[in-house]
T-cell receptor, first 113, second 114 residues
Framework: EAEVAQSPRYKITEKSQAVAFWCDPI?????LYWYRQILGQGPELLVQ????????DSQLPKDRFSAERLKGVDSTLKIQPAELGDSAMYLCASSTYLEAGYTFGSGTRLTVV | DAKTTQPPSMDCAEGRAANLPCNHSTISGNEYVYWYRQIHSQGPQYIIHGLKNNETNEMASLIITEDRKSSTLILPHATLRDTAVYYC???????????????FGKGTKLSVKP
């Protein structure tokens, strides 16, 4: 079964440092999403891409977060500088025009110290 | 904000049916009911979705009331591996470019006990 790949699986960084997460969606999935999940809460959408274009980034803290999907395939989410409150699970998901459900990756667990 | 209300937690005995309720009293005519679950330390997994008719697949059944203001996800024979957080989500559209985004609430933590 096809999967959404994310790396790294775990990341520990010091506050004020830069950190980046990578996502490789299922082949052929034009829509890609980044979610953030704080412990004990449901995932929160940060950004949605359709191919290489941003469709929705209204919840992305743009002063420190950036996301790109240059060739419309894999994607990178960056935080600079990281803050203690950014500690969370960062989830990537992808979908196609013809599918009802998203497929999520296993996520990157970020700890900012 | 999530447009659904779910109990924070439920228990179920292994082998018995798990019935997870969800209230969505403000659902619009073009919004579907989706269910996802999240096993500890994994990403959410799609289970099932529906508009107004009851739906069944290999994982679960979805029962939507006639007024569409509430629904129930049924796991017919719960196993220990069904222990997870279950999210009920209302979302515009089903297929195609008119889909709305998934907005998650806190879900219901289902514990299946031996």
């Amino acid at each position: 079964e096809a999967e959404v790949a994310q790396s790294p699986r775990y990341k520990i960084t010091e506050k004020s440092q830069a950190v980046a997460f990578w996502c490789d969606p299922i082949s052929g999935h034009a829509t890609l999403y980044w979610y953030r999940q704080i412990l004990g809460q449901g995932p929160e959408l940060l950004v949605q891409f359709q191919d290489e274009s941003v469709v929705d980034d209204s919840q992305l803290p743009k002063d420190r977060f950036s996301a790109e999907r240059l060739k419309g395939v894999d994607s990178t989410l960056k935080i600079q500088p990281a803050e203690l409150g950014d500690s969370a699970m960062y989830l990537c998901a992808s979908s196609t025009y013809l599918e009802a459900g998203y497929t999520f990756g296993s996520g990157t667990r970020l700890t900012v110290v | 904000d999530a447009k659904t209300t779910q109990p924070p937690s439920m228990d179920c005995a292994e082998g018995r049916a798990a019935n997870l309720p969800c209230n969505h009293s403000t659902i619009s005519g073009n919004e579907y009911v989706y269910w996802y679950r999240q096993i500890h330390s994994q990403g959410p997994q799609y289970i099932i979705h529906g508009l107004k008719n009851n739906e069944t697949n290999e994982m679960a059944s979805l029962i939507i009331t006639e007024d569409r203001k509430s629904s129930t996800l049924i796991l017919p024979h719960a196993t220990l591996r069904d222990t997870a957080v279950y999210y009920c989500i209302v979302r515009v559209g089903s297929y195609g470019g008119s889909q709305g985004n998934l907005i998650f609430g806190k879900g219901t933590k289902l514990s299946v006990k031996p």
